[in-house]
């Protein structure tokens, strides 16, 4: 009967123990380092102004997302498709439904423009919030910096307003707060711009904060607050701040076209550096032909073409021509781009920037402007400024209408395929149903805005669709 | 001496180990006392005794009875023959003396007991027992030498039970030379056998029935009789039968409650798996990807460090069937399975662990059920040499016939027509197929891509062996499985499986030493759009020039989009590395007690190559040479000490398991991507890119738990299992890390009951068993409690600097998901267990959803991490029949058939109607539950779909949204399965085996119709159809199905309303259907015919997989429902031969 024997007591004893000291020490079995080693924690980067700046950068370098479907780059090439600027050939129906006007709220460019939007805002808004809680960086520097990201908060908002209509006011991280804001107003949302942009004028100096024209500077901030007051009719201030700017002396018109565009053009009062990798500028990816005798895959629009006067420099030096045998017949034809940026890849110099503001988009504001306050002669003058330089002779407009209708055209073929400008010009001068009705098979009054994107709706059911979208 | 109640006899030896007992299972003595008490208080009487040929035992019962007065004797000293007495109202003393007169007893009364002994013998009687009685040695185990721990021995002059102790071993003293003793041992034969000294081993036959098979649990064995939870074994010879790579694969229809979901029939490709359902929602509604509960998957104990996730960083042609058409059916396992590195050969079996009792012990990590992988091991016996070899060929389960090019443009000009389009309108931009295509050329594309065969080839060979005290066994394992594809591209792996056991110190020590290594190389093209082969325009002119150069132009219309050759010469090579190793160290510290650790660590290491060759690149765009380098390793190091404690007491068996457990597991990602190689024939290496741009990633997790395991068995009977568990995990917040969990089982083997023995003699068993328990989920990224900010490493630095993007949006407070179990089971066998039948319903239901919470991007982020107070439940029947229904000396046919009902419901989700899951999930509705709109038909005059609008008006334009947010969806379709099972029968005649087995589904899925009519293309367009897409609207008055073709350029009502009617129940249909998955007739060929070659149990068979398919489904294969223009599930026949030496 000995086959049960009594427990020695000692080694059952140790091996409890053992177990014990297992559990106890649990806490430290399970200790992971304080961030993945690829990552900062939102305190480290706010505790050294280096990490700081790199924040910053971050923001900026955000402008450039071409493949993400990056607002500010993609809102200019989808309103030349949607408007009358560039057309395609290549078979997307994503980029078609632009060309055609048959947008629906699915197409993935518009929901991925918002979203790239929001998620910038929501970098600046959470490196607001981090920089006005710093220790590391003094006072002076806060204000500066928190002015600067200003600026970029509101050229985002204004590119969202002038693209979707009323969008969610966004201006903190708090996502139990932000998640169900429903569409602000058009007012509200301008309002907003207005503020931030007033705020960065208040906080910034003459001097760029770092190399180049690259983060904005005082004037960068009054030359955006200028064309804003323009697009909401407060032509003085428009005038008012035009005229700061381009009394400035620090910004001088490039006498040769093909130099507007370039790193350290002094036409530029913010400049972005094109960081990509393996290319320089958006741009210069949508609109430049891959190689010789192949056609860009976004051409100009026959309109934009003919837009043109005789002479213009700009057709010769910003508009490019690529021969194609597009029937595999030996016999070429032309096919026109989009050519102020001309390097696709990174490596070509010299390098380009992206242009977010530059000083000929500022004489044809002030001209504008003026033309609006009855200025003739002073409007006229500004736009033949930017006349001479495009090798024209000067504007032969006379009367009010004349004078703004000349400023209009040349607003059209200055700012050609730039920050969306000619699509936003046709829907601010509510000229847009009378032009595109003319040139686009399709068109409808409703286009003007772009749908809200349905998945968005999905996630936030206080959001509603513009009219004419499902 | 002061035990012995009249009711139990206990060995004389057992005394101490009862004091421990009844420490123990204070409970038990409890009620025993009280039972006594009882018996006491009766008080004196006088004795009438009227026995005959009766037990001592029932006399003194007897006595006890009337007076209270309570024997306390030991029985095995005390072994008298029946006697007999007549006696009336005698006082006890005359009762006692008139009982003991004749026999070889003396006794004494003590207060109000009588104790009764031998009568001390004299010397020389002592000296002449002393011969006669001798002292037993034994050592019981089974077929394989595995020691049969609680084997009870019993010889007709005792009482009582002797069982083995947790060794097989027993020992008994003073034993009769001339007894036999009864061995026996639930679920084999029992066996006699006449004592001496040294019985050596004792081996018992099994029984054949499935109930005692062993079966492998979580840190431990039990068989189907004793196992209160629910886990279902599927054997070696089971996945042997099936002509598979992924063992995965392997396990379609043989588990109930187990779905198998296969990615897809490329070779290397995954299969999801699920056990009884989706207990978490869905994470993300803005991403393709549905979230999809998978099991913990462990192989001989050490948790697979890559677990059943894709391993491929690069997007592989193949291994991702979820092309932009349609991907609502495409998870974040889709892609290349680790599995696919396991040789199915080496496998012993797989447990499939579903209840609380089951999976608890593994706390979070088995909440969504537990995958026990165990491998093969050596036995001891004569060294043999197996040697295995097969050939087969895959094709197309079921093929897909796609318009020819007349129908084709047909088609086109019809769509032409429909639109308004002028001929000016038709480019050659937009209408290449129409303007510059020859019109007569016809290509059968997916025929070209799809039509063809591939091969496989299979082998491996074994050595094992040993002795008593060690065992080894050393595979080597070879698989080559062709893509059935144009190129030359195919899966290889090459496998190393060896395993070592050896016992010292009189088996005191044990030790096990297990290592699989294998080698998997995958090289395919790198495009992972399969759709392409399906949607060619069939004039598409060549893509191949007579010397088999790229044709990217064709009379000036560019070809770059079409051109899929172009995808085979962007090769992708996937190399896999997975080791798997596993020691066990044990110590026998005392009887019953032991000490033992598991030390496991298992990596998995992905090498791929992407290479972008400028030569399979569109001379249209610009060419750039480039090569992406990725490198992926995901490791488990995991340790776990445990004490077990084995106590045979009386007729119970008592288990206690106590455990810690320590897993680490770490995953690390590094993808180099070089640009603007030189020369194409330098993209092998890093070194030729003139820019290259890094990224990498890890992740780090931590895990740390405390268990134990109570299991008590009483007569064979009882059943009471009992686990508790302390888990702590890095995935969580300081202070949210620990979580306690814990279940508790009951069984009863009622069919052991006297009672129901007598009266239902044809069942021989039948248990009735109850688990409930919880257990937690961690299963997230780690860090989401705090926000990150990461560098971008895709730009060049802005300015010198190098930019940081936040990465997340962060939620301090998250903390444990739980998940409630009850599960009920009976069990039950018919004629001596030739039948067994198993019914069990369960219930789970999950909360405290821990979940990536889908959020609009106007926060900056899709979603954050939180738990969120739905309960998800899952509750169903599964069945499962084995049956031997014939079984004689040359034939024998045998019969399984398993079908499980799952119902899956939200029970709750507070706001649910105000949040963006409100288009996802109806309370009370299945999570599968698709919300739409309720599709009508085509409208005669317009030709477009239309709907139900919420009012019930008829639109072709339904407005988004469930009626709460003003839209017109409701719940239209549910697509998680009404019942899924298997059947098999195998027959064997002489040395003949054929084995059928069936899998069957029957489930609303979506059908072909939802991946035709998409955002991006519908039948119209320049894209193909499959013919059965024909039948479509065309005139006014027409009644059809299908709305009017539309090329989608122009104008977008049809377009529009075909966007609705993939959101909408026309979407869905029937996807039921019956598989012959499994076909394989062996035959093993007499050994009077191998001569001397020295070859045994040579077997000749041809295994078939996927054979036939019974189903409504109109288009496509139904298993891969709703992914039709993926890579078509194959059917495969092979043939093969084993032997060995």
Partial sequence: MKNLQYLTNTKVVAALVLLCIMASSCKKLIEIPASPPSQLSSAQVFADSTNIIGAIAGIYTNFGVTTGGGLITNSMLYTGLSGDEVTTGAYDVGDVQFMNNSLISSNTYISKMWSDAYSNIYQVNACIAGITSATAISAALKKQLIGEIKVVRALYYFRLVNLYGGVPLVLSTDYT???????????????????????????????????????????????????????????????????????????????????????????????????????????????????????????ISAFLKSAFEPGDQRLQKWI?????????????????????????????????????????????????????????????????????????????????????????????????????????DLKRWATIDVVLGAEKPNWKSSFALFPIPVDQIRLNPFLTQNPGYN | MKFIATSIAVPLGAQRYIQQFILVMKITTFLLMIGLMQVSAKGYSQISLHEKNASLEKVFTEIKKQTNYVFLYDEHQLNLAPLSIDI??????????????????????????????????????????????????????????????????????????????????????????KTIFVISYVGYLPRKIKVKPELGTIELELLDSKLDEVQVIAYGTNTRRFSVGSAVTVTAQDIAQQPVTNVLLALEGRVPGLTVTPNGGAPGASAKIQIRGQNSLNSNINSQ?????????????????????????????????????????????????????????????????????????????????????????????????????????????RPIQMLNTQQYLDMRHEAIKNDGITADQVTSDLFPDLTVYDQNKYTNWYKQFFGGTASTTNGYATLKGGSDHTTFIVTGGYSDSKYNFPGDFADTRYSLHSSVHHSAFKDRLTFDFGTDYSYDKNNSSGQPNAANAFISPPNLPDLLDA?????????????????????????????????????????????????????????????????????????????????????????????????????????????????????????????????????????????????????????????????????????????????????????????????DFGSAGMGWIFSEEKFFKNTIPFIGYAKLSASYGTSGGDGIA?????????????????????????????????????????????????????????????????????????????????????????????????????????????????????????????????????????????????????????????????????????????????????????????????LQPKFTGGFGNTFRYKNFSLTAFFQFVKQTSANYLSAIYSAQSMPGGMVNIPVAALNHWRNPGDISNLERLSTALFTYDAQDAAYSFTQSSGAYSDASYIRLKTLSLDYRVPDKYLGKSGMKNLRVYINAQNLLTITGYQVGDPQSAGSLYSFPLQRTVAGGLSFNF
């Avoid at chain 1, 711009?193 to 004037?219: C, E, F, H, M, Q």
């Fill in chain 1, 177 to 299: 707060a932000t998640a169900k804001i429903p569409r602000a107003t058009v007012d509200n949302v301008y309002l907003q711009i207005t503020t931030d942009l007033t705020d960065a004028v208040k906080a910034l100096s003459v001097n760029y904060p770092s190399a180049g024209r690259a983060r904005p500077n005082i004037y960068v901030a009054k030359a955006l607050l200028a064309n804003v007051y323009l697009y909401r009719g407060d032509w003085q201030n428009a005038e008012t701040l035009t005229t700061e700017v381009i009394n400035s002396g620090v910004y001088s018109l490039e006498s040769d076209l093909n130099n507007v565009f370039l790193d350290g053009s002094n036409e530029a009062i913010w400049q972005l550096p094109a960081n990509g990798q393996y290319s320089q500028t958006a741009d210069g990816q949508f609109f430049v032909p891959y190689s010789d005798g192949v056609a860009s895959s976004y051409p």
């Fill in chain 1, 320 to 424: 490019g021509t690529s021969l194609v045998d597009e029937n595999g017949d030996g016999n070429l034809t032309a096919s026109y781009y989009p050519y102020k940026y001309k390097n696709r890849d990174a490596a070509v110099t010299p390098a380009e920037d992206y242009m977010m503001i530059r000083l000929g988009e500022v004489y044809l504001i002030r001209a504008e402007a003026r033309a609006r306050l009855s200025k003739l002669a002073e409007a006229t003058a500004d736009e033949n400024t930017v006349r001479t330089r495009a090798g024209l002779s000067v504007s032969t407009a006379a009367s009010s209408t004349e004078v703004l209708a000349s400023i209009m055209h040349e607003r059209q073929t200055e700012l050609f395929c730039e920050g969306a400008s000619r699509w936003f």
């Fill in chain 2, 88 to 177: 009336k109202n005698a006082t006890l003393e005359t009762t006692l003396a008139k009982l003991f007169k004749d026999l070889p007893v003396e006794y004494s009364i003590v207060e109000k007991n009588v104790l009764v002994k031998p009568k001390q013998k004299s010397i020389l009687t002592k000296i002449k027992a002393y011969f006669d009685e001798i002292d037993v040695r034994g050592h019981v185990v089974d077929k394989d030498g595995n020691p049969l721990a609680g084997a009870t021995i019993s010889w007709p002059q005792v009482k009582g039970i002797m069982t083995t102790d947790s060794n097989g071993d027993f020992f008994m003293r003073g034993v009769d030379e």
């Fill in chain 2, 289 to 397: 990807y549905r979230a999809y509960d998978q099991p913990l998957f462990i192989i001989d104990g050490v948790p697979f460090a890559p677990q059943n996730n894709k391993i491929n960083i690069s997007q592989r042609f193949g291994s991702n069937p979820a092309s932009s058409i349609n991907s609502s059916t495409a998870t974040a396992a889709d892609g290349m399975s680790p599995f696919n590195t396991i040789n199915p050969s080496d496998i012993e079996s797989i447990t499939v662990l579903k209840d609380a009792d089951a999976t608890s012990i593994y706390g979070s990590q088995g909440s969504n059920g537990v995958i026990l992988i165990t491998t093969k091991k050596g036995k001891a016996g004569q060294t043999t040499l197996d040697a295995h070899v097969d050939r087969g060929v895959n094709f197309v389960a």
């Fill in chain 2, 547 to 739: 010397s088999g150069n790229l044709v990217w132009n064709y009379k000036g219309s560019w070809l770059s989009q079409l051109q899929q050759y172009a995808y085979l010469k962007q090769t992708s090579d996937l190399q896999s590395h997975s080791l798997n190793t596993v020691l066990n160290i044990g110590y026998k510290i005392t009887k019953g007690l032991r000490f033992s650790t598991n030390l496991g660590y298992s990596r998995f290491d992905v090498d791929e190559i992407d290479q972008l060759p400028t030569l399979a690149q569109s001379p249209q765009y610009r060419n750039v040479a480039t090569a992406t380098f990725g490198t992926s390793i995901f490791q488990t190091i995991s340790i776990e000490p445990q004490l077990d404690y084995h106590l045979n007491i009386g007729k119970g068996v008592f288990n206690a398991l106590l455990g810690g457990s320590y897993k680490k597991n770490l995953y690390d990602n590094t993808v180099l991507t070089g640009i603007g190689y030189s020369s194409d024939a330098l993209l092998g290496s890093i070194n030729g890119a003139n820019e290259v741009t890094a990224l990498d990633q890890s992740t780090i997790y931590k895990y740390a738990a405390a268990f134990g395991r109570l299991n008590y068995v009483y007569d064979q009977k009882y059943i009471v299992s009992l686990t508790g568990r302390r888990d702590g995990s890095s995935n969580f917040g300081p202070d949210r890390q620990f979580g």
């Fill in chain 2, 782 to 974: 780690p860090y989401q409690y705090q926000s990150f900010y990461q560098p971008n490493t895709q730009v060049n630095t802005f300015q010198g600097v190098r930019p940081y993007n936040p990465v997340n949006l962060y939620n301090p407070d998250y903390n444990w998901s739980v998940k409630k179990t009850l599960n009920l089971g009976l069990d039950v066998g018919l004629l001596d267990n030739r039948i067994l039948l198993n019914g069990t319903w369960y219930q789970s239901r999950s909360d405290n959803q821990l979940t990536n919470y889908a959020l609009p991007s106007q926060t900056g982020f899709s979603s954050v991490l939180q738990n969120f107070n739905a309960t998800v439940q899952n509750r169903g029947l599964e069945f499962t029949l084995t049956s031997t229904n014939i079984k004689a000396t040359d034939f024998s046919w045998t019969t399984n058939f398993n079908i499980a009902f799952n119902r899956n419901k939200l029970l709750a989700f507070p706001g649910l109607e105000s949040s963006p899951y409100a288009l996802y999930y109806s309370i009370g509705k299945s999570t599968s539950t698709v919300i739409g709109y309720r599709y009508k038909d085509v409208n005669p005059t317009t030709g477009l779909f239309e709907f139900y609008k919420a009012n019930g008006d008829v639109t072709s334009s339904p407005v988004y949204g469930v009626a709460s947010q003003g839209g017109d969806m409701v719940p239209v379709a549910d």
